[in-house]
């Protein structure tokens, strides 16, 4: 079946470091690749989305590039804020209208000032 | 516009007992999702409605775990009776359709059982 493997946490960073928190997925096809993100005591929230190979996602700051010769999509921003301080999941949604999402462990992020 | 809401937030019981979570989801979403998310997990999906039909109930425990969407709008969760492994956080989801691949999670309810 579908699976999502992501980077295990926490991760702890300063202000203005360069973020990574690696994904690869098991799928067969062509699966959509999201990531969510958690902010403390609220609800995930959709950050970035790919639907197809090589389409990068983008926004907040955050990218993440849909690699299907890897089954990789890592998140990345080049300089993280305080703010940006939450728990990352990457999610995939299967081929086909009805697949369910399926999500990684979560990998939780704090940026000290 | 307001987005889904959960209620109540937290909940403490003892086990045995029975609990019910409420949804309500963002109005005009024809899709609504229960997940599951234990400590240091992703959310696993218990099951999902097209507007009132349960069309995807096959990871929700069936012995102790209901739901129900009348009307097709806002949503229920009971567990009956609760057991200590229950303890968890329960989301709630909607999407526009099935199709929509945006779904738009409620803040959870943090359930406890001791």
């Known amino acids: 079946g579908n699976s999502v493997t992501q980077m295990e946490g926490p991760v702890t960073l300063s202000e203005e470091a360069f973020l990574t928190i690696n994904c690869t997925y098991t799928?067969?096809?062509?699966?959509?690749l999201f990531w969510y993100v958690q902010y403390p005591g609220e609800g995930l929230q959709l950050l970035l989305k790919a639907t197809k190979a090589d389409d990068k996602g983008s926004n907040k700051g955050f990218e993440a590039t849909y690699r299907k010769e890897t089954t990789s999509f890592h998140l990345e921003k080049g300089s993280v804020q305080v703010s940006d301080s939450a728990v990352y999941f990457c999610a995939l949604r299967g081929q086909g209208g009805s697949e369910k999402l399926v999500f990684g462990k979560g990998t939780k992020l704090t940026v000290n000032p | 516009e307001a987005g889904v809401v959960q209620s109540p937030r937290y909940k403490i019981i003892e086990k045995k007992q029975p609990v019910a979570f409420w949804c309500n989801p963002i109005s005009g979403h024809n899709t609504l999702y229960w997940y599951l998310q234990n400590l240091g997990q992703g959310p696993e999906l218990l099951i999902r409605y097209e507007n009132e039909e349960a069309v995807d109930d096959s990871q929700l425990p069936k012995d102790r775990f209901s739901a129900e969407r009348l009307k097709g709008v806002d949503s229920t969760l009971k567990i009956q009776p609760a057991e200590l492994g229950d303890s968890a956080v329960y989301l709630c989801?909607?999407?526009?359709?099935?199709?929509?691949?945006?779904?738009?999670f409620g803040p959870g309810t943090r359930l406890t059982v001791l």
């Open positions: 799928a067969t096809g062509y699966p959509s």
């Open positions: 989801a909607s999407s526009l359709d099935v199709a929509d691949a945006e779904q738009f």
